[in-house]
């Protein structure tokens, strides 16, 4: 069941960054931004999910 929920949780990201442009070509322009970038998107998303999964506001 974890193993279910690491590989949905990898794609969504990855789909959430392409969209948002965070792209492998960004990485190799800017591997800095595209750290930064990546770790918005992750908490973001995770943030979400908490708040959903607690009800929060």
């Known amino acids: 069941m974890q ?3 690491e590989a949905i949780f990898s794609r969504l990201v990855k789909q959430f960054s392409e969209k948002e442009g965070v ?11 595209w ?6 998107r ?6 979400r999910q908490y708040s959903i999964s ?3 506001p």
């Open 23 to 33: 792209t492998e070509a960004l990485k190799a322009e800017n591997q800095m931004l």
């Open 35 to 40: 750290v930064q970038r990546m770790n918005n």
């Open 42 to 47: 992750r908490r973001l998303f995770l943030f």
């Open 54 to 56: 607690h009800k929060v």
């Open 3 to 5: 193993k279910a929920g």
